[in-house]
C-alpha cells in the first residue's frame, strides 16, 4: 500500500488540476525564483501538491543560496511537490532548462523498486492526451487513482530524477503504469554540493520514453521525496525554463 500511495502521489503532482496556465509562449518560463525575494509565499503560478492524508509534506520555501534566491527542498521521511500549470509548443520550445542541487544521495533509494522509490530532486512533466486510447492496465490504474485523489491522472507523466547509480539518459518505468517514466537526468554522489545546470530536449526524451510524439504539456512540478526509504533528502531548485535552443 505504501508504494502504491507513493506512485499515486507521483501522478498527483503531475496531473496539475485546475492550474491556470503560462500565457507567456514567446519563452515559457516555468519558475523565476531568483526574480523573488527569499521567505516570500510561493511565487505566482506554484501551488502546493499534497497526497492526501497518506504523506508527510515535504517543506518548501525561498531561501538565499549563494547570493540567489532559490526554492529550497526538505523531506523528513515525506513527500509532496509545487506544481505549475502550463502551455508550451514543443516543436518551437523543446529544451527545458534548469538548476538544482543536492546535499546528499539517498543511499537506500532504488527507482526500480517500488518500495524504495525516492529521489533527492526531481523536475515533473505531465502531458495532456486522449486516456480512452491506453491499454487497459493503465485505464484501471488511472480510476484508482482518481478514486484516491479526486483527479484526473495525466496522460503521461516524464520525470527527471536525480538517481543513484543509473547512466545519465536511463528511462525507468514505474511499476503501477506504463505511462509514467522516470528519466535519469543526474546520477552519483561525484556533484554533490554543486549546482548544476540541467539542458533536456523534452521533445526527444518523451520520444524516446513512449514511443510517440508528445501531446500537449499542462504542467511542470519539481519534487523531493523520501517517504519510502524513511530518511531525509534536501534539494535547492533554480530557475526553470523552456527554451528553443541547448544554450
Same mark, same amino acid.
Given at each position: 500500500?505504501?508504494?502504491?500511495?507513493?506512485?499515486?502521489?507521483?501522478?498527483?503532482?503531475?496531473?496539475?488540476?485546475?492550474? $491556470?496556465? *503560462?500565457? &507567456?509562449?514567446?519563452?515559457?518560463?516555468? =519558475?523565476?525564483?531568483?526574480? #523573488?525575494?527569499?521567505?516570500?509565499? !510561493?511565487?505566482?503560478?506554484?501551488?502546493?501538491?499534497?497526497?492526501?492524508?497518506?504523506?508527510?509534506?515535504?517543506?518548501?520555501?525561498?531561501?538565499?543560496?549563494?547570493? $540567489?534566491? *532559490?526554492? &529550497?527542498?526538505?523531506?523528513?521521511?515525506? =513527500?509532496?511537490?509545487?506544481? #505549475?500549470?502550463?502551455?508550451?509548443? !514543443?516543436?518551437?520550445?523543446?529544451y527545458l532548462h534548469w538548476r538544482w542541487k543536492i546535499t546528499g544521495l539517498i543511499e537506500t533509494a532504488d527507482n526500480t523498486r517500488p518500495q524504495s522509490e525516492d529521489s533527492p530532486a526531481r523536475v515533473i512533466v505531465a502531458f495532456e492526451g486522449?486516456?480512452?486510447?491506453?491499454?487497459?492496465?493503465?485505464?484501471?490504474?488511472?480510476?484508482?487513482?482518481?478514486?484516491?485523489?479526486?483527479?484526473?491522472?495525466?496522460?503521461?507523466?516524464?520525470?527527471?530524477?536525480?538517481?543513484?547509480?543509473?547512466?545519465?539518459?536511463?528511462?525507468?518505468?514505474?511499476?503501477?503504469?506504463?505511462?509514467?517514466?522516470?528519466?535519469?537526468?543526474?546520477?552519483?554522489?561525484?556533484?554533490?554540493?554543486?549546482?548544476?545546470?540541467?539542458?533536456?530536449?523534452?521533445?526527444?526524451?518523451?520520444?524516446?520514453?513512449?514511443?510517440?510524439?508528445?501531446?500537449?504539456?499542462?504542467?511542470?512540478?519539481?519534487?523531493?521525496?523520501?517517504?519510502?526509504?524513511?530518511?531525509?533528502?534536501?534539494?535547492?531548485?533554480?530557475?526553470?525554463?523552456?527554451?528553443?535552443?541547448?544554450?
Open positions: 500500500m505504501k508504494a502504491f500511495a507513493a506512485a499515486m502521489l507521483a501522478g498527483a503532482l503531475a496531473a496539475g488540476c485546475a492550474l $491556470r496556465p *503560462v500565457e &507567456r509562449l514567446q519563452l515559457p518560463e516555468v =519558475a523565476k525564483f531568483s526574480e #523573488h525575494t527569499a521567505g516570500e509565499t !510561493l511565487p505566482p503560478g506554484w501551488q502546493p501538491w499534497h497526497f492526501a492524508g497518506f504523506k508527510k509534506p515535504t517543506d518548501y520555501r525561498l531561501v538565499d543560496e549563494d547570493g $540567489r534566491t *532559490v526554492m &529550497r527542498a526538505m523531506s523528513e521521511r515525506s =513527500a509532496s511537490g509545487l506544481v #505549475h500549470g502550463v502551455r508550451v509548443d !514543443l516543436k518551437a520550445f523543446p486522449d486516456a480512452a486510447k491506453l491499454p487497459l492496465a493503465d485505464r484501471l490504474f488511472s480510476q484508482q487513482f482518481k478514486m484516491f485523489t479526486k483527479a484526473e491522472l495525466p496522460y503521461a507523466t516524464l520525470m527527471y530524477i536525480w538517481g543513484n547509480q543509473q547512466p545519465i539518459g536511463t528511462v525507468i518505468t514505474s511499476q503501477y503504469t506504463s505511462r509514467i517514466k522516470m528519466m535519469v537526468a543526474e546520477s552519483g554522489s561525484e556533484r554533490i554540493g554543486e549546482w548544476q545546470e540541467v539542458v533536456r530536449n523534452v521533445y526527444e526524451d518523451y520520444r524516446l520514453a513512449f514511443g510517440e510524439e508528445p501531446p500537449p504539456i499542462k504542467s511542470v512540478a519539481i519534487m523531493t521525496d523520501s517517504d519510502n526509504t524513511g530518511t531525509q533528502a534536501a534539494a535547492y531548485y533554480g530557475d526553470i525554463a523552456f527554451l528553443s535552443g541547448p544554450e
